[in-house]
């Protein structure tokens, strides 16, 4: 064989020689060998237990109703009943004791993300309310005219006027 095509070849040869080196040295020992439990069954058996070690973040609901037992029922009773208290104020590990405050999510797209008016095919549609973000009161957060818990009702300031 003509060099011009020996030398790709060694070349490619060599590469595949340092890949599969490397591999023994990158790859864990504990990688794919342990069962038919995930996705192709590549997985470390170590990642479980480092999952299992994760310190939960998001708390739900029940630890809520704790102090906010008022707020947690209006939520219960509302359209928004099927989210989570977190989707808006953040995980709530360490709260109250290390987090007095959780922060509150009042951006505007943060509403839109579930409901945005999107155009579908067929024409169908989401069972939320949904708004046309240019033309509906683009200027103003949706916290202004509506209470989160229950947007059905109108902002404490707006009842009064």
């Known amino acids: 064989m003509k060099w011009h095509v020996l030398r790709p070849l060694w ?19 504990d990688f794919g060998v342990h069962g038919e439990s995930f996705t192709y069954n590549f997985h470390r058996l170590g990642n479980v237990q480092e999952w299992k070690d994760f310190p939960v ?40 004791d290390d987090v007095e405050l959780l922060p509150i999510e009042r951006a505007r797209e943060h509403c839109l993300r579930c409901h945005q008016s999107l155009e579908y095919p067929n024409n169908a549609r989401s069972e939320l309310p949904n708004i046309r973000n240019s033309t509906h009161k683009r200027r103003r957060e949706c916290v202004v005219c509506h209470v989160p818990h229950d947007p059905r009702e109108k902002p404490a300031r707006e009842k009064r006027g």
């Open 11 to 29: 070349l490619a040869i060599g590469l595949l020689v340092v890949i599969l080196i490397a591999r023994q040295f990158l790859v864990p020992d």
């Open 57 to 96: 973040k998001h708390l739900g609901r029940e630890s809520c109703v704790e102090c906010h037992e008022e707020k947690v029922a209006m939520l219960d009773a509302s359209p928004h009943a099927a989210i989570e208290c977190e989707n808006c104020h953040g995980p709530a590990v360490g709260h109250p």
